[in-house]
């Protein structure tokens, strides 16, 4: 065998494949010392285009991993003509940074923009800016409640984004070359705990993530490699009793440096034991490859003259622009989270801007409402109107009545045109920004309808000519069903309330989707609709003047709907853990119901059994007189058979539901001694084998509910784990299946002679 040469590609094993490393580093750069470190503070303080207090250079120079280089580019920081500093103009603001190699224990995760979208288990941090003199500084405070909030959340993000995507392969093969954008930041705790200084990547998250991936090691899943990383980020140098008190920055920027030294005594082992003339082994490999990362580190932010946000304000938007069009093109967050994005900071500008209107002087608690700083509780206190019901369902309509307000609309829309860099925003591309600012209450536990909702608010959602005009209000109150009535005397803003509540109720539930031409049917049926129209027109038309078929279609909607799960009828999996037993007394169930004028209760039923709202009946109520053209006579006339066979159809997917005593707990009972023992009879063995089998399986559907109910608080992680994970339960749960299945004709005849 040939002696192994420096620069020739190795091929490892990673997981189930295999990795060619292209090159690797057969020694690691040493720890930088305090001289170099306190020339880069000086160079760093001395820079006229730099705005950093000294704590975050210090920052900065315990993370790069040659201080001397940081130094030069600022010793050159003072003429923007000869700087040796990176430049990035963006709307209302200058960002200036050099480049570097950082320690991959010295950068913290940042918010991850990716999961905007997503309701976590973690809240993230309150975000503050910091200024000097009315001069923007290149930093910014996060707020945790406590260390412990910021373990969880470093943790979570780890987790999360690997979950999303990972580059290990990638960056195990040649580690990470584009460089991952940092700035300082100071982490706060509301408990008292002492601030701490350090840095933190805000654009590569995922880089970040996979180089710590990297790190744990092929067979690692993402829990564990986020408790790498934040035993690692947080871990914290024990003072002797003889050692003068630290601050908590220091202590644990002594912690991390212990664990790079760790690092280094095993990446030097794994060399030597290597030995001379052959190829490092993968230990070693993954040590090289993730123990630095290249970093663009933020250190000067310099407003525009013409730019509106506070100064405090403008490093953080700057940095978030950057970041937005950074990922339309590569590995572009999904439209969800871009929207969040967007409707956050265009309403932070709306905030700050000079638009003059009444609003303006409560709009900051509407942007903490909006963004989920509030909870929805608070709306009644947001609005001053203690009649407003303090739920997910009146926080939704007030927040669409107060950015459709038509200054607050169109400065919103300018705005977010500007973030976007687009010339236009129509209505439609309005409302889709709105959708998930409005699902925050429900994302958890309506995710199986998410992503058709959003769809829905992508295609006009409630956003109708009428309901974007001045001069109405929303009608506070906890009974919708009042409304109808002044609704059909001519009030506008009983019209207008309805279709927003009711509008909103039916596009969460699954209820109303986006106009999708396939779906077109002259038969009632789930998922079908009689004539095609964009959301906003089914609203429109559900909302028209003495439309009272409409009026009672939205006030029933909007009054059954419920926060926390999806009714029977969304056309989802989210009830297929309901009994089978259709005898049961379900009393609580949540379902959309087809309305009948004629009817006391204003409920349709077939067989005295209420009929199941379908799409198609949400569509035919928008305008009856069409349906009845479209349908035609004897189609109209058979509508209630129709009806009732839809109904049928919706409930009869019941046969297909697990039965009840898949939902019985019980914990798993093993085999007994005796099963062990080669003398039991074989009948008595195929006996205690299928009672374990029953047993094992009651427990799996136990761990199955409580999974499910776990999932209904967050949307991530997923509650399975990662596709790898994933496939291998549906692998084995399929053999299993499949082995009962072929069993099926072992009772075939005893059921043909019973029959």
């Given at each position: 065998?040939?002696?192994?040469?420096?620069?020739?590609?190795?091929?490892v094993?990673?997981?189930?494949?295999?990795?060619?490393?292209?090159?690797?580093?057969?020694?690691?750069?040493?720890?930088?010392v305090?001289?170099?470190?306190n020339?880069?503070?000086?160079?760093?303080?001395?820079?006229?285009?730099?705005?950093?207090?000294?704590?975050a250079?210090?920052?900065?120079?315990?993370?790069a991993?040659?201080?001397?280089?940081?130094?030069l580019q600022?010793?050159?920081?003072?003429?923007?003509?000869?700087?040796?500093?990176?430049?990035?103009h963006?709307?209302?603001?200058?960002?200036?940074s050099?480049?570097t190699?950082?320690?991959?224990?010295?950068?913290?995760?940042?918010?991850?923009?990716r999961?905007?979208?997503?309701?976590?288990?973690?809240?993230?941090?309150?975000?503050?800016?910091?200024?000097?003199?009315?001069?923007?500084?290149?930093?910014l405070?996060?707020?945790?409640?406590?260390?412990?909030?910021?373990?969880?959340?470093?943790?979570q993000?780890?987790?999360?984004?690997?979950y999303?995507?990972?580059?290990?392969?990638?960056?195990?093969?040649?580690?990470?070359?584009?460089?991952?954008?940092?700035?300082p930041?100071?982490?706060?705790?509301?408990?008292?705990?002492?601030?701490?200084?350090g840095?933190?990547?805000?654009?590569?998250?995922?880089?970040?993530?996979s180089?710590?991936?990297?790190l744990?090691?092929?067979?690692?899943g993402?829990?564990?490699?986020a408790?790498?990383?934040?035993d690692?980020?947080?871990?914290?140098?024990?003072?002797?009793?003889?050692?003068?008190?630290?601050?908590l920055?220091?202590?644990m920027?002594?912690?991390r440096?212990?664990?790079?030294?760790?690092?280094?005594?095993?990446?030097?082992?794994?060399?030597?034991?290597?030995?001379?003339?052959?190829?490092?082994?993968?230990?070693?490999?993954q040590?090289?490859?993730?123990?630095?990362?290249?970093?663009?580190?933020?250190v000067?932010?310099q407003?525009?003259?013409?730019?509106?946000l506070?100064a405090?304000?403008?490093?953080?938007?700057?940095?978030?622009?950057?970041?937005a069009?950074?990922h339309?093109?590569?590995?572009?967050w999904?439209?969800a989270?871009?929207?969040?994005e967007?409707?956050?900071?265009?309403l932070?500008?709306v905030?700050h801007?000079n638009?003059?209107?009444?609003?303006?002087?409560?709009?900051?608690?509407?942007?903490?409402?909006?963004?989920?700083?509030r909870?929805?509780?608070?709306?009644?206190d947001?609005?001053?109107?203690?009649?407003i019901p303090?739920?997910?369902?009146?926080?939704a309509?007030?927040?669409?009545?107060?950015?459709?307000?038509?200054?607050?609309?169109?400065?919103?829309r300018?705005?977010?045109?500007?973030?976007k860099?687009d010339?236009?925003m129509?209505?439609?591309?309005?409302?889709?920004?709105?959708?998930?600012?409005l699902?925050?209450?429900?994302?958890s536990?309506?995710?199986?309808?998410?992503q058709?909702?959003?769809?829905?608010?992508?295609?006009?959602g409630?956003?109708?000519?009428?309901?974007?005009?001045d001069?109405?209000?929303p009608?506070?109150?906890n009974?919708?069903?009042?409304?109808i009535?002044?609704?059909?005397?001519?009030?506008?803003?009983?019209?207008?309330?309805?279709?927003?509540?009711?509008?909103?109720?039916?596009?969460?539930?699954k209820?109303?989707?986006?106009n999708?031409?396939?779906?077109?049917?002259?038969?009632?049926?789930?998922?079908?609709?009689p004539?095609?129209g964009d959301?906003?027109?089914?609203?429109?038309?559900?909302?028209?003047?003495?439309?009272?078929?409409g009026?009672?279609?939205l006030?029933?909607?909007?009054?059954?709907?419920?926060?926390?799960?999806l009714?029977?009828?969304?056309?989802t999996?989210?009830?297929?853990g309901?009994?089978?037993?259709?005898?049961?007394?379900?009393?609580?169930a949540?379902?959309?119901?087809v309305?009948?004028?004629?009817?006391?209760?204003?409920?349709l039923?077939?067989?005295?059994e209420?009929?199941?709202?379908?799409?198609?009946?949400?569509v035919?109520?928008?305008?009856?007189?069409r349906?009845?053209?479209?349908?035609?006579?004897?189609?109209?006339?058979?509508q209630d058979?129709?009806?009732?066979?839809g109904?049928?159809?919706?409930d009869?997917?019941?046969?297909s539901?697990?039965?009840?005593t898949?939902?019985?707990?019980?914990?798993?009972?093993?085999?007994?001694d005796?099963?062990?023992?080669?003398e039991?009879?074989?009948?008595q063995?195929?006996?205690e084998?299928?009672?374990?089998?029953?047993?094992?399986?009651?427990?799996?559907?136990?761990?199955?509910?409580?999974?499910?109910?776990l999932?209904?608080?967050?949307?991530?992680?997923?509650?399975?784990?990662?596709?790898?994970?994933?496939?291998?339960?549906?692998?084995?749960?399929?053999?299993?299946?499949?082995?009962?299945?072929?069993?099926?004709?072992?009772?075939?005849?005893?059921?043909?002679?019973?029959?």
């Amino acid at each position: 065998m040939p002696a192994y040469e420096t620069g020739t590609p190795i091929t490892v094993e990673w997981g189930n494949q295999q990795v060619e490393v292209s090159t690797v580093d057969r020694d690691l750069p040493d720890a930088s010392v305090v001289e170099d470190r306190n020339k880069l503070v000086k160079a760093g303080t001395n820079a006229q285009l730099a705005s950093l207090p000294e704590d975050a250079w210090h920052a900065v120079a315990r993370a790069a991993v040659t201080p001397e280089t940081v130094t030069l580019q600022l010793r050159q920081a003072h003429d923007a003509h000869a700087s040796l500093l990176l430049e990035e103009h963006v709307d209302g603001a200058t960002l200036r940074s050099v480049h570097t190699r950082v320690w991959l224990s010295e950068l913290f995760p940042g918010i991850q923009p990716r999961m905007g979208q997503e309701l976590l288990a973690v809240d993230d941090p309150q975000v503050q800016g910091m200024a000097e003199n009315g001069i923007p500084q290149a930093i910014l405070r996060y707020r945790y409640e406590s260390l412990n909030h910021l373990k969880r959340h470093v943790r979570q993000t780890i987790c999360s984004t690997l979950y999303r995507n990972s580059y290990e392969e990638s960056i195990l093969s040649r580690r990470v070359t584009r460089a991952l954008i940092a700035h300082p930041i100071i982490y706060d705790f509301d408990d008292g705990t002492e601030s701490v200084c350090g840095l933190v990547a805000r654009d590569g998250i995922t880089r970040l993530a996979s180089t710590w991936k990297v790190l744990a090691g092929p067979g690692k899943g993402p829990e564990e490699v986020a408790d790498l990383a934040v035993d690692t980020l947080l871990a914290q140098y024990q003072i002797s009793a003889s050692e003068p008190a630290k601050p908590l920055t220091q202590r644990m920027a002594l912690g991390r440096q212990s664990k790079r030294k760790q690092l280094r005594a095993e990446f030097t082992k794994e060399i030597a034991k290597a030995g001379a003339g052959k190829p490092p082994s993968l230990r070693s490999i993954q040590i090289a490859q993730s123990y630095q990362v290249p970093t663009h580190v933020t250190v000067g932010a310099q407003a525009h003259e013409r730019g509106t946000l506070p100064a405090e304000d403008v490093f953080d938007d700057a940095l978030r622009s950057i970041l937005a069009s950074v990922h339309v093109e590569f590995k572009p967050w999904d439209t969800a989270a871009q929207n969040v994005e967007v409707a956050a900071r265009a309403l932070k500008r709306v905030l700050h801007g000079n638009s003059g209107t009444t609003v303006e002087d409560g709009l900051h608690a509407v942007y903490e409402l909006a963004v989920g700083l509030r909870e929805p509780s608070d709306t009644p206190d947001v609005y001053g109107n203690q009649s407003i019901p303090g739920n997910g369902l009146w926080r939704a309509v007030q927040l669409l009545h107060t950015l459709t307000r038509p200054p607050i609309f169109e400065e919103m829309r300018s705005r977010a045109k500007e973030i976007k860099g687009d010339r236009r925003m129509t209505d439609k591309g309005y409302a889709g920004l709105l959708g998930p600012i409005l699902d925050y209450p429900w994302r958890s536990s309506k995710k199986l309808a998410a992503q058709q909702a959003r769809n829905a608010w992508s295609n006009g959602g409630a956003l109708f000519k009428e309901v974007l005009e001045d001069g109405w209000a929303p009608l506070a109150t906890n009974d919708f069903t009042t409304l109808i009535k002044p609704a059909l005397e001519g009030s506008r803003e009983a019209r207008l309330t309805l279709a927003l509540a009711g509008g909103t109720a039916l596009i969460a539930d699954k209820l109303l989707t986006r106009n999708v031409g396939s779906s077109v049917s002259r038969t009632r049926a789930p998922g079908k609709v009689p004539f095609r129209g964009d959301v906003h027109k089914i609203i429109e038309g559900l909302a028209r003047k003495g439309n009272e078929l409409g009026f009672w279609t939205l006030a029933l909607a909007a009054q059954r709907f419920e926060d926390g799960r999806l009714p029977r009828n969304s056309g989802t999996k989210q009830q297929l853990g309901l009994p089978n037993d259709q005898n049961d007394e379900e009393t609580d169930a949540y379902q959309h119901l087809v309305v009948d004028l004629e009817a006391p209760d204003y409920i349709l039923r077939e067989n005295g059994e209420p009929v199941l709202l379908l799409e198609w009946d949400v569509v035919v109520a928008s305008d009856p007189q069409r349906a009845l053209q479209v349908l035609g006579p004897s189609d109209a006339d058979s509508q209630d058979e129709g009806g009732k066979e839809g109904s049928d159809a919706n409930d009869g997917s019941d046969a297909s539901k697990p039965s009840t005593t898949g939902n019985e707990a019980g914990q798993p009972e093993g085999l007994s001694d005796t099963s062990t023992d080669a003398e039991m009879p074989v009948e008595q063995r195929i006996q205690e084998g299928r009672r374990v089998l029953i047993n094992c399986l009651k427990n799996a559907k136990t761990w199955v509910d409580e999974l499910e109910t776990l999932g209904q608080a967050v949307t991530f992680p997923p509650l399975l784990g990662p596709a790898e994970t994933w496939n291998d339960l549906r692998d084995t749960a399929l053999d299993v299946l499949n082995t009962i299945q072929n069993h099926e004709s072992d009772y075939a005849s005893k059921r043909t002679e019973e029959d």
